[in-house]
């Protein structure tokens, strides 16, 4: 009612006016729709010890960092589906009256992943719980070729200047390539990667689903020093190179997704420092053997802290 009210009033407008009102009230209604592909589903069959399928059970899963829930019922099939869900650590709970309630724990569900776990309910009082810790038996139903870098190996690998490309290309297929536009006009930021053998400007960079790319001439991001700094803003790095599904649009080289970390119930906080100095370095190919390495000192410090909010409903996160 508030949308086909705020319509009707238009007509008291030009019509040129009228378009421009209708075009961004569009652009305002899809707008979250570039962040769905960061969402995650879980889904399956619920059935009886016997193999029957069990109808009308309540479903319902819990992210244990944050506290976001989502409830659902199997149907007629015995068959239930929770959609986004952002990614993190879940806990899934199935009751029925006159069956004993169905707990999942330590399910890990990834940015875009489609999870389906099956579960058998036992006869008996809805009071007693049988709990399964991690490692529950789950199918991808996804069927893109990627790979993911986590955000264990994102803070502990060495990664050359701290770079999101440098990420990247430790996913099979991906390759560095050096920039050959017009530094005036790629600022640094032309010839990230390559994927596939694709064109560097043919690789889409998205950023919690949003497109992070130029929007002119396609380059990837990267400040002026041609570098994608912020690694510890990540959880996760994705790189999908193959058949990737129909929710990732514009470009035909590769995605390149990275999801920033979310606050959670809890503060947490790190610091760090990379460091690099010559005296830590081999020779390179070039180096005289009869002359010192040449000199050279990096140093790259930061710090981040995340924490609630309002708990269990809004958090924060930021690095410096």
Known sequence: MMIASIVTSTYSLSKSKRVLFLSLLAALIAAPAWAQT????????????????????????ENVTTGLKRDGRTDKMGEYQLVGLPAGRYTLRVQKEGF????????????????????????????????????????????????MIAERSLAALPLDGRDLFKAAILVPGVAPTPSSAPSL???????????NGMRPSWTNVLIDGMDANDPVFGYSPAGASGIFLGMDDFVEVRVSTQTFGSEYGTNSGGVIEAITKSGSNHFHGSLFELHRDAALEARNYFDLSSRPI???????????????????????????
């Open 38 to 61: 960061q969402l995650g589903t879980l889904f399956g069959t619920v059935t009886d010890t016997s193999g029957a399928v069990v109808p009308g059970a309540e479903v319902s899963v």
């Open 100 to 147: 004993q309630t169905e707990v999942r724990e330590g399910i890990a569900l990834s940015p875009g992943a489609a999870i389906g776990i099956n579960l058998s309910l036992v006869v008996g009082k809805l009071s007693v719980h049988v709990t399964v810790e991690a490692g529950v038996p789950s199918v991808d139903a996804t069927t893109t070729v990627e790979g």
């Open 294 to 320: 040449p000199p050279f000192v990096r140093n790259q410090f930061g710090a981040s802290i995340g924490g609630p909010l309002a708990r269990d409903h809004t958090f924060f996160f930021c690095q410096l």
């Open 185 to 195: 006009l790629s600022n640094g930021k032309a010839g990230q990667v390559s994927v």
